[in-house]
């Protein structure tokens, strides 16, 4: 029986309305609007796509947003110079540094001058740390969509082995401390693997929900799943296709195919999990704009 497609539009769309009513009530009680900053450096057209369709995603919400577009030469010093009048703008609650930075700059000393209760992303070590012991953070926004979308998809982890192919900052390791938590729609027994696993289909074939997040166009076969299996493909990858009128197509990291037919449920790419990304950026956002604006309201 062919696998139950988890449409990540469809859920993404559900989220970003909630948050829409949440924000409306926020600027009926406070005048408040959420405030997002993002800050582009150089002419990485992937980059450009992603922000500008983050930006497209404030405007449906009514947040306020501002994208400053810096040349690639820019110095490490006038970046983190460009943050720190961020950092200290009341009208921006979130930002949001595009990543891959150019080659000169050190990407964790800028995602380090960002104000911890600013960051949105949740990349910054205070935000990692709180995220690993179990405190109340921003969670990084695709993991969080992740556990979003098994969430609504009525799956829970809870007991499960789940098994993640992949250790990034971004997605692997963050989803891997969200879902081993001791809380709800969470505490699984979680499995890591990575380029030193010698034989990766050995756990992938052990997992109750497989997680794909490691870059590869379609390293994930059929034969590689456990039948009945949840899967969760984040990758974005884009291979030569002269049939399309692009030249090219979008796969995931899993081959969408083979893994229907033997999967309970997967995410399709695109549709899937990004999304989730997007939306739970927005959620991330929402959540800065209350705790800052709790924070005024008990210095005043």
Not at 48 to 54: C, D, G, T
Not at 88 to 101: A, M
Not at 170 to 187: C, F, M, R, T
Request: aromatic share 6%; hydrophobic share 40%.
């Amino acid at each position: 029986m062919p696998a139950q497609i988890i449409d990540g539009k469809k859920i993404s769309e559900e989220i970003k309305q909630e948050i829409k009513l949440q924000a409306e009530a926020l600027y009926n009680e406070t005048g408040v609007i959420p405030g997002l900053a993002f800050i582009l450096v150089g002419d990485n057209p992937a980059s450009q796509v992603y922000v500008k369709m983050k930006g497209k995603a404030c405007e449906e919400l009514g947040f306020y947003s501002i994208t400053l577009k810096l040349p690639a030469e820019t110095t490490e010093n006038e970046l983190i110079e460009k943050i720190n009048a961020f950092n200290s703008d009341p009208k921006i609650h979130g930002i949001l540094v595009q990543l891959p930075l150019p080659s000169h700059i050190d990407e964790q000393k800028i995602l380090q001058a960002i104000n911890p209760v600013k960051d949105v992303d949740g990349f910054h070590p205070i935000n990692v740390g709180k995220l690993v012991i179990g405190l109340d953070t921003y969670p990084p926004c695709t993991p969080a969509g992740i556990q979003e979308l098994l969430k609504r998809s009525g799956i829970n982890p809870a007991g499960k082995h789940v098994v993640i192919v992949g250790r990034s900052n971004i997605v692997g390791e963050p989803i891997a401390n969200i879902l081993l938590q001791k809380k709800e729609w969470a505490n699984a027994t979680v499995t890591i693997c990575h380029t030193g696993t010698k034989d990766i289909s050995y756990f992938t074939k052990q997992a109750d929900i497989l997680i794909a997040a490691m870059g590869k166009p379609e390293f994930i076969k059929g034969d590689m799943i456990k039948p009945g299996a949840i899967v969760i493909d984040v990758g974005v990858n884009r291979v030569e296709d002269p049939s399309s009128e692009k030249g090219y197509k979008l796969v995931g990291d899993v081959h969408f195919e083979s893994a229907y037919e033997v999967a309970g449920a997967i995410t399709p790419v695109p549709g899937g999990v990004g999304p989730m990304t997007i939306a739970m950026l927005m959620k991330n956002t929402l959540k800065a704009a209350l705790v800052q604006v709790k924070a005024k309201h008990f210095s005043n």
